[in-house]
């Protein structure tokens, strides 16, 4: 990796210690950050020689933000007056927005050739299943689309299936993961048509989303 990418990867580092520390204060809930955060760090690592490993970082650095500033729990932690939570909250952000302003440099700076994802069938199958998620959060929400949740998955449907880069896909994944661990953990209160849609969407996006991945096998010749 170049010197500049090394500052993203330090700067997720520092925000995964920054999510740990609110861990320690409620060690019954796991903080949905760090979920993004180890995602990010991940795709920086597996696509350390693309342009857009970086993108990883930007995008679940802002999924982080969004979603904090959306339901309010970071502008709480940020001011709480348990200083473990103060503090992990400030570690975290100061993390994230090294990590991004290097992420942003970084893939200004970089060239590199970029070969597209080769599993066709994988990524619509990946697409479909984000499609469907997004259905069945909506459906959930009684159709209120200004919750977090339908139109983002709706959006990175669109761009796993337009922009064919392993990046998109790995962030789908991510993604996936941490929506699935948060459906799963509160089933009981959630209908049963919108639950079975998302539960079915996320594993569909998910398996699919490892198989666009996995590095191709070439044909070997037969010996004659």
């Not at 970071?74 to 200083?83: A, E, N, V, Y």
């Given at each position: 990796?170049?010197?500049?990418?090394?500052?993203?990867?330090?700067?997720?580092?520092?925000?995964?210690?920054?999510?740990?520390?609110?861990?320690?204060?409620?060690?019954?809930?796991?903080?949905?950050?760090?979920?993004?955060?180890?995602?990010?760090?991940?795709?920086?690592?597996?696509?350390?020689?693309?342009?857009?490993?970086?993108?990883?970082?930007?995008?679940?650095?802002?999924?982080?933000?969004?979603?904090?500033?959306?339901?309010?729990?970071?502008?709480?932690?940020?001011?709480?007056?348990?200083?473990?939570?103060?503090?992990?909250?400030?570690?975290?952000?100061?993390?994230?927005?090294?990590?991004?302003?290097?992420?942003?440099?970084?893939?200004?700076?970089?060239?590199?050739?970029?070969?597209?994802?080769?599993?066709?069938?994988?990524?619509?199958?990946?697409?479909?299943?984000?499609?469907?998620?997004?259905?069945?959060?909506?459906?959930?929400?009684?159709?209120?689309?200004?919750?977090?949740?339908?139109?983002?998955?709706?959006?990175?449907?669109?761009?796993?299936?337009?922009?064919?880069?392993?990046?998109?896909?790995?962030?789908?994944?991510v993604m996936s993961?941490?929506?699935?661990?948060?459906?799963?953990?509160?089933?009981?209160?959630?209908?049963?048509?919108?639950?079975a849609l998302m539960?079915?969407?996320?594993?569909?996006?998910?398996?699919?989303?490892?198989?666009?991945?996995?590095?191709?096998?070439?044909?070997?010749?037969?010996?004659?």
């Amino acid at each position: 990796m170049t010197r500049i990418a090394w500052i993203v990867l330090v700067g997720q580092l520092v925000a995964a210690i920054g999510s740990g520390l609110q861990w320690l204060a409620a060690p019954q809930y796991l903080p949905p950050g760090l979920i993004y955060i180890a995602g990010a760090i991940v795709i920086l690592l597996l696509e350390r020689w693309s342009r857009w490993a970086s993108m990883g970082a930007v995008a679940m650095s802002a999924w982080i933000f969004y979603g904090g500033l959306n339901s309010g729990s970071l502008t709480r932690g940020l001011s709480s007056t348990k200083d473990i939570v103060a503090v992990g909250n400030w570690v975290m952000v100061a993390g994230l927005v090294v990590s991004v302003i290097a992420a942003v440099v970084a893939m200004t700076v970089t060239r590199s050739s970029e070969p597209q994802v080769g599993q066709r069938t994988a990524v619509t199958i990946t697409s479909s299943g984000l499609l469907v998620y997004a259905v069945g959060n909506a459906w959930m929400g009684g159709w209120d689309l200004s919750r977090p949740g339908p139109i983002p998955f709706a959006v990175l449907a669109l761009l796993v299936a337009l922009v064919r880069y392993r990046f998109v896909v790995m962030i789908s994944i991510v993604m996936s993961i941490a929506f699935l661990e948060g459906t799963v953990s509160r089933l009981s209160s959630v209908g049963f048509g919108s639950a079975a849609l998302m539960l079915a969407g996320l594993v569909m996006a998910l398996v699919a989303g490892v198989v666009a991945v996995m590095p191709q096998r070439t044909a070997q010749p037969a010996s004659g």
